[in-house]
């Protein structure tokens, strides 16, 4: 088992890739706390966590805010006594299908900064309230979670990549602050992953049109897929693990080759 006795904390653990990440880090022996704002899914998901045989705690928290942070790091702490992996996942392109936010013509001001707020911010807010405490066991591994459209966006959402560019600065940043400390900070960036994510597009769609969205759009992709939840725990599970012992300021892309397109 490559994670055995460890500890992670993942926002956004509730549903999607942090789900995904959490179930995969309990069948390699890690515990794992879930910071979110889906309780519902937050408790499906560390019972699943549970069954594994791995102990689970779930804190409700908005990664927005310092307060709610501070004292759910507090918890997870109490709990387990440390934190040796934390995953910077929480993160939303909060209306998806409104063709207003395609432009900075249309974006609303408020919409930018609830944006930043959840996907830069938040993994600012987190990492500083979970440092100090890898710092004092010298040991940690921070897997921030980026997305493809910060290097090459589709222009459907400036202010979600334009945060998710921020997120990429940030784990450099914190990479070269962290590393004397034996803390390696990485990124990993999705392309197209089928999550809940897509939901506030595919909501009133039918099963075979929700298929046609992504068979559509897995046309220009190397693999010619949408990746799963599976494929980045995949590689999230590398970043926790000592198999990474000596990879940080990383950002590993989760593309199926995207932006690179197939030569047919
Ligand atoms: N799915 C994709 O295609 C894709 C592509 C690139 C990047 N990403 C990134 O991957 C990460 C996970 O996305 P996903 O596809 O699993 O999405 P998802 O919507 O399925 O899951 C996101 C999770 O984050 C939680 N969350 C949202 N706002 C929060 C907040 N303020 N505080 C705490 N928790 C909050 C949600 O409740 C949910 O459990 C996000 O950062 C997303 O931007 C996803």
Redesign the pocket.
Do not use: H, Q, W
């Given at each position: 088992m490559l994670l055995l006795n460890r500890v992670a904390l993942i926002?956004?653990?509730?549903?999607?890739?942090?789900?995904?990440m959490a179930l995969k880090f309990a069948e390699e022996g890690c515990s794992v706390a879930i910071?979110?704002?889906?309780v519902k899914?937050?408790n499906e998901t560390i019972n699943e966590i549970e069954k594994i045989g791995r102990e689970g705690l779930f804190v409700e928290?908005?990664?927005?805010d310092s307060g709610q942070l501070s004292d759910m790091v507090k918890q997870v702490i109490e709990k387990f006594g440390k934190i040796d992996i934390l995953v910077n996942?929480?993160?939303?392109?909060l209306h998806v299908a409104d063709p207003n936010l395609k432009s900075i013509a249309t974006i609303p001001e408020n919409e930018w900064d609830k944006l930043l707020?959840?996907?830069l911010k938040?993994t600012f807010l987190t990492s500083k309230a979970v440092v100090p405490f890898m710092k004092e066991k010298r040991y940690g591994k921070i897997i921030n979670?980026?997305?493809?459209?910060a290097v090459y966006p589709p222009a459907v959402a400036p202010h979600?990549n334009s945060a998710?560019a921020g997120v990429m600065g940030l784990t450099y940043d914190m990479a070269c602050e962290l590393g004397p400390f034996n803390i390696t900070v990485n990124a990993i960036?999705?392309?197209?992953?089928?999550?809940?994510?897509?939901?506030p597009v595919l909501k009133t769609k039918t099963d075979e049109e929700k298929e046609e969205f992504f068979k559509e759009r897995s046309k220009n992709i190397p693999l010619q897929r949408?990746?799963t939840?599976e494929d980045?725990a995949c590689v999230a599970l590398f970043l926790a693990s000592e198999l990474s012992a000596y990879v940080t300021a990383a950002i590993l892309p989760v593309t199926g080759g995207l932006p690179f397109q197939p030569n047919f």
């Open positions: 926002t956004g653990g509730a549903k999607g890739i942090g789900k995904g910071a979110d704002i889906s899914d937050a928290c908005n990664v927005t996942n929480a993160g939303t392109l707020a959840i996907n938040g979670i980026t997305s493809l459209g979600y998710k960036m999705p392309g197209l992953i089928r999550t809940s994510f897509y939901e949408a990746g939840a980045v």
